[in-house]
């Protein structure tokens, strides 16, 4: 809806409003409007009673607009009940034609409101997984991870990449890939609750963020996550496998999304790696040994830093491990797509060996 317009702007207030608050606004407005209607029974205030329906319809729900538009409808004729003109048919009239008029326009201001909440969903979602697209996934994201602090949650971030999808969409054509996609997002969906954000962050990866309760079971979620996943593409038209870097947040770290991407993302290549339809898992911890505002990400695999300087800048470094006298090194991962705040730079990453 234009929230440049004055309905625009009502719409979009009663859509924040706290349920509670929407109530006591629809309960007051309706005393005070039969008050004023009982005091000036001649004045026809009746037309009145709608926006106060359409409001009830919009802000609390399809059952409760229904309610709302009964008690405007019995209170509208309430002034009249007992006057000596009015005649019991009169009355009944009254009452019928009150009844029907406030009900079809519930009905009206609920359709419009479910073909309204449609378009938002799809504005919001990959049209054919059904996950929230790239952009909202990060805005869905650095809300989530606002109100996690604030809380002091810890949180579980993934991305999923599915292994040699390119093969699938070679051989088989990409009707059978996006059928693939479709499958793996419609099982990963169903094993996330409601508060949790999941989205299509590319073309054959997907990005999750949980809530972790207890804080110590992030890594044994992470676990049974990918496992779960992997049933899931294992038991599609062409089974695939899926490699998954997840990170486990703690509430005392900071959690700026740009650089929670970056990291979770080199994980999971670093799982890729290591042999694909595998999982590694990291820990953000907060560097003691720095005077500076610095966070660590421990795996398995390497040890990833990211820096925060005074003007919000960004410089990430990868220390690598080395497995069996060869040092495994992540790869250069600047992608524009996890520059989403724009205050931040993304300076170029810098990597180099460093033995056990």
């Known amino acids: 809806m234009n929230s440049h317009l004055p309905v625009g702007r009502l719409a979009e207030a009663l859509e924040a409003m706290p349920r509670e608050r929407a109530w006591l606004f629809v309960v007051s407005a309706t005393a005070a409007l039969s008050f004023a209607d009982s005091r000036f029974p001649d004045?026809?205030?009746?037309?009145?009673?709608?926006?106060i329906i359409c409001a009830a319809c919009w802000a609390l729900g399809e059952r409760a607009g229904y309610f709302v538009a009964l008690i405007?409808?019995?209170?509208?004729?309430?002034?009249?009940?007992?006057?000596?003109?009015?005649?019991?048919?009169?009355?009944?009239?009254?009452?019928t034609v009150r009844i029907g008029t406030y009900l079809f326009v519930a009905g009206a201001i609920m359709s419009f409101r479910r073909a309204f909440d449609r378009q938002q969903h799809l504005a919001h979602v990959d049209r054919m997984t059904g996950a929230l697209d790239n952009e909202n996934f990060h805005l869905r994201l650095t809300g989530a991870l606002h109100a996690a602090r604030q809380s002091r949650e810890t949180l579980l971030l993934a991305i999923l990449d599915l292994d040699d999808f390119k093969a699938v969409n070679n051989r088989?054509?990409?009707?059978?890939?996006?059928?693939?996609?479709?499958?793996?997002?419609?099982?990963?969906?169903?094993?996330?609750?409601?508060?949790?954000?999941?989205?299509?962050?590319?073309?054959?990866?997907?990005?999750?963020?949980?809530?972790?309760?207890?804080?110590?079971?992030?890594?044994?979620?992470?676990?049974?996550l990918h496992e779960r996943v992997s049933a899931v593409l294992a038991a599609s038209e062409r089974p695939v496998t899926?490699?998954?870097?997840?990170?486990?947040?703690?509430?005392?770290?900071?959690?700026?999304?740009?650089?929670?991407?970056?990291a979770v993302d080199q994980i999971m290549y670093e799982a890729k790696r290591s042999g694909k339809n595998a999982i590694h898992i990291?820990?953000?911890?907060?560097?003691?040994?720095?005077?500076?505002?610095?966070?660590?990400?421990?795996?398995?695999?390497?040890?990833?830093?990211?820096?925060?300087?005074?003007?919000?800048?960004?410089?990430?470094?990868?220390?690598?491990?080395?497995?069996?006298?060869?040092?495994r090194r992540a790869p250069t991962l600047s992608n524009p797509r996890y520059a989403f705040n724009p205050d931040a730079t993304l300076w170029p990453f810098r990597m180099w060996g460093a033995r056990c």
């Open 172 to 224: 088989y054509g990409h009707a059978a890939g996006d059928r693939v996609l479709r499958t793996f997002a419609r099982g990963a969906a169903q094993m996330v609750r409601r508060q949790d954000v999941f989205g299509r962050i590319g073309g054959d990866e997907f990005a999750l963020l949980l809530r972790v309760h207890p804080a110590d079971a992030g890594e044994s979620f992470a676990r049974i």
């Open 242 to 262: 899926c490699s998954m870097g997840a990170l486990v947040i703690p509430p005392h770290v900071e959690r700026d999304a740009p650089t929670l991407m970056n």
């Open 282 to 327: 990291g820990s953000a911890e907060r560097d003691s040994n720095s005077g500076a505002k610095r966070l660590i990400y421990r795996h398995p695999a390497s040890t990833i830093f990211a820096a925060y300087h005074e003007k919000y800048h960004t410089d990430f470094s990868v220390r690598n491990q080395t497995f069996a006298g060869s040092v």
């Open 43 to 51: 004045a026809g205030l009746a037309p009145l009673y709608i926006p």
């Open 72 to 95: 405007c409808a019995f209170t509208a004729v309430m002034p009249h009940i007992g006057v000596p003109a009015s005649s019991a048919t009169a009355l009944a009239v009254r009452v």
